[in-house]
């Protein structure tokens, strides 16, 4: 396909999105999947960065007809195949119009968090040479602890959809790396949903995925080896770095435990208010991970069986 022919159905695509009509915005919708179905993988012609810089102009610069018509923009963006460096420039964008996003619109915020998970980890990938350049790890990290429980929401669900089926990714160091920046933001989250699950704003959804990840796949890469030196700086020991997480971490090894106050994980006046099919999802995720992860203790306890 030329380039001004695939540009000119582009911006048709975008201009119906405006539609207030909920059918218009659909097709519209429908249109791009078929024309960029039919672009070849390898783009020849650039095609697909032309595409990513047109659906995202609008939310960047804050010109958009409203959220139905983000919501339809980044719908289109979900049919875009992530490439190295496409994914990469649009990461570097879209990473700055989600927190704007989760402060507006919820349901925009969850399609544009689907359609940026898979392009972050298309440059964790070890096969992928581009890497995810270190201050997209460091905003990450830093946004899972935002006071604006929206984006913080946001961007905790973008890391455990990234992270938690995340086996291939924590097989290469840049993937360990990246999964070491961020535990430290996922056991803060942890932190907080274990004393705040009954009454933060944002649900304890965060705690969820904190669990997930860290008794998911991070438990199961059994790849967070290091080494610490003792007091005279020389001798080494071997020792497993996320073994050490999990055993001194109270809440995490609380999570079974029976007591007159169940942990946030089993209380019911917690999980009896879950209402959103994301948090539901998160939750039987974080059940199944924490079964898994403790399954020899529960086959040694009648009270937890």
Known sequence: MEPDVFR?????CINSSKSSNALARSSSVQLFKTVVAGIDISDPNGLFPVAVSELLNLPKTGKSAGPEHRIALYSMLSYITPKPQLSADLIQVATLILPKEAQTQEQATTVLTSVLAPHVAMLLQPIVDEPLAADMTTLIAKEMNSSKPAIK???????GSVLFE???ILTAEKGISFAKSILPALEACLKSSSSTALTASGGPIEGYIAISVILGSFARSGKFGMTRTNENGKSKEAYNYLDDVISHNAII????TSSTKPSF????????????????NWFLRACNATLQCFKSELAKSEILR
């Open 253 to 256: 090894q609380s999570l079974l």
């Open 265 to 280: 994980l089993l209380w019911d006046k917690v999980y009896q208010k879950i209402t959103d099919v994301e948090d539901e």
């Open 166 to 168: 995340g086996d291939d």
């Open 8 to 12: 000119r159905l582009v911006t048709q």
């Open 153 to 159: 929401r946001a961007f905790c669900a973008l890391t």
